[in-house]
């Protein structure tokens, strides 16, 4: 389950927000009130991993008669193993 961070919208008495995490399933709704003292909350965004994959292209040539190409590492791609 995701870890979201949530912050006070109106600071109270002390003048200060408050910031704290909550544990959601996904498909939760967003809180709308701090569970501890009530007052209103918003869900803050913060940056996280971007995962990039470079992967095969579709315009990748494949050289068959390369022993790399082939499962067995032969050239003829022979079944023999």
């Known amino acids: 389950m995701p870890t979201y961070i ?3 919208i109106d600071a109270g008495p002390s003048g200060e927000s408050r ?7 996904m498909n939760d709704q967003a809180l709308t009130h701090d569970p501890d003292t009530g007052l209103p909350v918003q ?5 996280g991993i971007g995962v990039r994959r470079n992967g095969l292209k579709r315009t990748t040539v494949v ?3 390369s022993a790399a190409a082939t499962a067995c590492g032969c050239v003829t791609g022979c079944t023999h193993r």
């Open 6 to 8: 949530y912050q006070t």
């Open 43 to 47: 869900r803050v965004i913060t940056g």
């Open 63 to 65: 050289n068959k008669k």
């Open 19 to 25: 910031r704290f995490e909550q544990f959601q399933k």
